[in-house]
T-cell receptor, first 111, second 115 residues
Framework: GENVEQHPSTLSVQEGDSAVIKCTYS??????FPWYKQELGKGPQLIID???NVGEKKDQRIAVTLNKTAKHFSLHITETQPEDSAVYFC??????????WGAGTKLIIKP | ETGVTQTPRHLVMGMTNKKSLKCEQH?????MYWYKQSAKKPLELMFV???????ENNSVPSRFSPECPNSSHLFLHLHTLQPEDSALYLC??????????????FGPGTRLTVL
């Protein structure tokens, strides 16, 4: 069935450095790719998303890139700060409500 | 806050107990969801309601029984659970119903422990 693989499962970076999280999806018909951030004790919250007609999208320090041919997409966080520490989830969807989720990446920002 | 509240935040129950989880959204959304979140696993969609009608049941065991009395409230009734049902149960809502890629807004979850 459809699945989304997410790597790495844990990522530790020095404050101020960049972090990159990668996801690969299996269904070539997928056309919507959101990224959610989950802080301790909270539910996931959407931080950025991209649709298949766009190759890259930026919002301040975060950006997402999409390679439809290779069926993978990535989250880039620049100038990381302590508040970026959280679990990040990627997901893929075919224009329906059912998101297929990755297993999550725990991002640790070292001071 | 996201506008989606869940109660209780923590629940410990025995395998023979009956309990209910409650979710309320204050966003005027039309769709509501129940997810199960286990450690280091993808979120598992359990149930979807659009305009109070259940439109998805992802092969969830009958010991989980959802109820959606109106577009703002969603319940998950639990009975005779198993220890492997211990997890974080998340409720979410979205403005648009089936067929949309609308943003889902999540509550903080109920941490369930089955003894």
């Amino acid at each position: 069935g459809e699945n989304v693989e997410q790597h790495p499962s844990t990522l530790s970076v020095q404050e101020g450095d960049s972090a990159v999280i990668k996801c690969t999806y299996s269904d070539s018909a997928s056309n919507y790719f959101p990224w959610y951030k989950q802080e301790l004790g909270k539910g996931p919250q959407l931080i950025i998303d991209i649709r298949s007609n766009v190759g890259e999208k930026k919002d301040q320090r975060i950006a997402v890139t999409l390679n439809k041919t290779a069926k993978h997409f990535s989250l880039h966080i620049t100038e990381t700060q302590p508040e970026d520490s959280a679990v990040y989830f990627c997901a893929a969807s075919k224009s329906n409500y059912q998101l297929i989720w990755g297993a999550g990446t725990k991002l640790i920002i070292k001071p | 806050e996201t506008g989606v509240t869940q109660t209780p935040r923590h629940l410990v129950m025995g395998m023979t107990n009956k309990k209910s989880l409650k979710c309320e959204q204050h966003l005027g959304h039309n769709a509501m969801y129940w997810y199960k979140q286990s450690a280091k696993k993808p979120l598992e969609l359990m149930f979807v309601y659009n305009f109070k009608e259940q439109t998805e049941n992802n092969s969830v065991p009958s010991r989980f029984s959802p109820e959606c009395p109106n577009s703002s409230h969603l319940f998950l009734h639990l009975h005779t659970l198993q220890p492997e049902d211990s997890a974080l149960y998340l409720c979410a809502s979205s403005q648009e119903p089936v067929g949309s890629t609308d943003t889902q807004y999540f509550g903080p979850g109920t941490r369930l422990t089955v003894l």
